[in-house]
Structures are given as structure tokens and as C-alpha cells.
């Protein structure tokens, strides 16, 4: 099944948090809080300005972002549980710089 978010709407898959701390001390699942990161699965094609053009989205698919707490509406689709959220609910992308990249 493909699904494709409308208007300025984005789809997103958490991305699962560390489930030991610096210490190594283990967090069950009850006590562990959703993460506010995430990548993008889907975009919509972008919402209409006043004149009625349309606003291409700056995100795209493959995008790892940061959200607030509350954002977006759960889902569950083809057994995964996503998100659906608009754009503007996107707090940054997240950006790996090179240097990084080559100590991975």
C-alpha cells in the first residue's frame, strides 16, 4: 500500500531512541519517552499561497528532522506506527557534516 500525504502534510517514521543512557543504565519501555526525531517517509505536493500558486515543501523524503512533543497525529499503516504532520509542525533538519561522516 503507498500513501501519499495532501497539501503541506509530511509522513514521518520515529527514529527509535537508545534504550541505555551514558551510564549504561538500561530505560524499560514504560519509562522511556517518544522521540522527537524522525525521517520522512512522504511529502505532499505543497500548499497554495494567496494568489493560488503552488509552495513547493522544503522538506523531502529521507529527511531527518526534529519535531515538538505533541506534534503530528498517529497512524498505524500496513502494521507501522507513523506520524502525520504539516510542515510548518517541523522544527529543523537535522544535517550530518562531513567530518562526521568519514569518523562513522
Known sequence: ?????????????????????????IIPDTAKEKPQEGEVVAVGSGARDESGKLVELD??????????????????LSGEDLLIMKESDVMGVIEVSATLQKAA
Not at 534504550?19 to 549504561?24: P, Y
Not at 523524503?61 to 498517529?74: A, H, Q
Open 1 to 25: 500500500m503507498t500513501f501519499r500525504p495532501l497539501h503541506d502534510r509530511i509522513l514521518v517514521r520515529r527514529v527509535e531512541v537508545e534504550e541505555k543512557t551514558a551510564g549504561g543504565i
Open 59 to 76: 522538506l523531502k523524503v529521507g529527511d531527518r528532522i526534529l519535531f515538538g512533543k505533541w506534534s503530528g497525529t498517529e497512524i498505524k
